[in-house]
């Protein structure tokens, strides 16, 4: 790992360099992955307003109750938005199931502003949705086939087992919470708790939103009849689907909030330059 001083006339015990932390690789599949979330949540939404409820197994048709459901309803001749999870209704209004456009208040899931595109358009927001789908696709495949080749997935995300230990974690977990974060030689390598999400993300969330998405098509059902089958059907693997991407951005939303945390310059050069700055203790004359 190559080091570089940031200020080589610096005197006292520590000095601050600059160290190779993320691949070209890695951080042009990074952004290109940030791109394809984004127009991939904002499509999906779209395509979820067509129809914004979710069933579980072969139901969906004849009025089947949803286990849950976005909807607009009125009360009292005013309207109102609602979100119903299992029986339980709870008043959304203005944000989902009733929101405003144009001044108006319109009855749809999500608000104009979520949506790709921003009117209603099932046709286009599933263009928009497949065509990034298959980027996004590719996209992974050559982040892993790089990071097989370059020994980044063994060595920066694989845990070690000391690594493991419920002392270990509850310490990472304590520190995080007390928003103490690794600093010197600590701050070169991802923390236990990182290398877990990042693997939880990379070997079970990914995997399975792309494989649940592939089981919501005919076509891809034709080719591969066994796919409902391990979903428990069409609507269940759609509601795998909405929890998966829900998961999806609950991790990017706390991964931003760590970014911002722990030093927005820094983790934006290391993943902009791929050069990462830290405090090494220098020995002392």
Known sequence: ?????????????RATVLIRRHSLATRLTHWLNALCLGVLLMSGLQIFNAYPRLHWGQYGADADPAVLEIAASESGGEPRGLVKIAGLSVPTTGVLGLSKTDGEWTARAFPD???????????????????????????????????????????????????????????????????????????????????????????????????????MSPGADAAFPLLPDLFGGRQSARTIHFITASLLVAFVVVHVAMVVLSGPWNNMRSMITGRYAVRRERPSA
Not at 1 to 13: F, H, K, S, V
Not at 172 to 184: K, Q
């Open 113 to 215: 502003w979520l949506t790709l595109p921003s009117y209603q358009d099932l046709a286009s927001g599933r263009r928009w949705h497949f065509f990034f789908a298959w980027i996004f696709v590719l996209n992974g495949l050559i982040y892993l086939g790089s990071g097989l080749l370059s020994g980044h997935l063994r060595r920066d995300l694989a845990p070690e087992p000391q690594e493991l230990t419920p002392r270990h974690l509850w310490r990472e977990i304590v520190d995080h919470a007390r928003l103490r974060f690794p600093s010197g030689d600590q701050a070169r390598r991802y923390n236990a708790l990182q290398k877990l999400a990042y693997v939880a993300v990379i070997a079970g969330l990914l995997p399975l939103m792309v494989l649940t998405g592939l089981t």
């Open 1 to 13: 790992m190559t080091e570089q001083t940031l200020d080589p006339q610096a005197t006292g015990p």
